[in-house]
Structure formats: structure tokens, C-alpha cells
């Protein structure tokens, strides 16, 4: 079992910045993509960004140039940092990490930005 924990969320203004941290813990395959995802009341939930184990990256249109995903593959650790935050970046923002070689993921249980106009 995997279990990944969430934080950094919170309260910023417009233009403002957010890091969210999510740690992974249990039995972590070295080969498997990290990823952030986020759902806003009444929408389904959206790939943010991912990053894989040689960090190669995706990210949504909606963040290009203003997130950026990273990686610390000794501490199990993905990394979210979000710069000029807008009111439509509002959403419980999920980690989730993918293991390739047996084709399982798991999500973490969420954490909440909050941006104001």
C-alpha cells in the first residue's frame, strides 16, 4: 500500500504564489509518474501537471508559465509551485502517483486553495 499526504495549501490573493508538497510513503516502485490534479465545486477533476521518474513533464494549457512540477525521488516528494494564482485556480488540489510496471495508482486525500479577487 501507498499513502500520500498532502500540504501547503491555503488562502492567497490574486497574483500570489503557493507551494503544495505531497510525500509518499509505503511501497514506492522507482519507475511510476507523479502528478497533481484539481476539482472545482460542480467540475470534474483536471490534470494539473505530472512529472515521471526521469522528469519529464506535462502540464495543463491553463498553467503553462505560471506552475511548475518537481521532484525529489529520495524523499518520495512531488512538489507544486504556483505562481500569479487566479480565482478560476480555486479547487481541491489531489497527488496522485502512477506505478508503470504493475499499472496501479493511488490519490492523496486532497488539500484546498483558496483564491481571492
Known amino acids: 500500500q501507498v499513502q500520500l499526504v498532502e500540504s501547503g495549501g491555503g488562502l492567497v490573493q490574486a497574483g500570489g504564489s503557493l507551494r503544495l508538497s505531497c510525500a509518499a510513503s509505503g511501497v514506492i516502485l522507482s519507475i511510476n509518474t507523479r502528478g497533481w490534479y484539481r476539482q472545482a465545486p460542480g467540475k470534474q477533476r483536471e490534470l494539473v501537471a505530472t512529472?515521471?521518474?526521469?522528469?519529464?513533464?506535462n502540464y495543463a494549457d491553463s498553467v503553462k508559465g505560471r506552475f511548475t512540477i518537481s521532484r525529489d525521488n529520495a524523499k518520495h516528494t512531488v512538489y507544486l509551485q504556483m505562481n500569479s494564482l487566479r480565482p478560476e485556480d480555486t479547487a481541491v488540489y489531489y497527488c496522485n502517483i502512477q506505478f508503470t510496471a504493475t499499472r496501479t495508482g493511488y490519490w492523496g486525500q486532497g488539500t484546498q486553495v483558496t483564491v481571492s479577487s
Open positions: 512529472i515521471t521518474s526521469n522528469g519529464y513533464t
